[in-house]
Nanobody, 114 residues
Framework: VQLQASGGGLVQSGGSLRLSCVAS????????MGWYRQAPGKHRELVAT???????NYADSEKGRFTISRDNAKNTVNLQMDSLKPEDTAVYYC?????????WGQGTLVTVSS
């Protein structure tokens, strides 16, 4: 499975960005897609995930500000990020999980200026 992410960039505090990720390759219908992020000097952490049947999981700090969605027919997952804060600055990684196997995209940088 290959993942291609897009949509990162520079935004002012309080602004919005939308990340997208497309999965390609041998994909089974039951899977989880989502986003993780890694800020400088920190571990990679969960942002949000969504299963193929629509169940979502958000990190507490993103609830109410970020919205994950996906299009199963297009193997695409999106992350709408609103009310961005400087502490949201990180490299955001698309993740695709089938059973015990994780696939990762190349990462897209999100920078939020104060």
């Amino acid at each position: 499975v290959q993942l291609q992410a897009s949509g990162g960039g520079l935004v002012q505090s309080g602004g919005s960005l939308r990340l997208s990720c497309v999965a390609s390759g041998d994909i089974f219908s039951i899977n989880t897609m989502g986003w993780y992020r890694q800020a400088p000097g920190k571990h990679r952490e969960l942002v949000a995930t969504m299963t193929s049947d629509g169940s979502t999981n958000y990190a507490d700090s993103e609830k109410g500000r970020f919205t994950i969605s996906r299009d199963n027919a297009k193997n695409t997952v999106n992350l709408q990020m609103d009310s961005l804060k400087p502490e949201d600055t990180a490299v955001y990684y698309c993740n695709f999980k089938e059973g015990p196997i994780d696939y990762w995209g190349q990462g897209t940088l999100v920078t939020v200026s104060s």
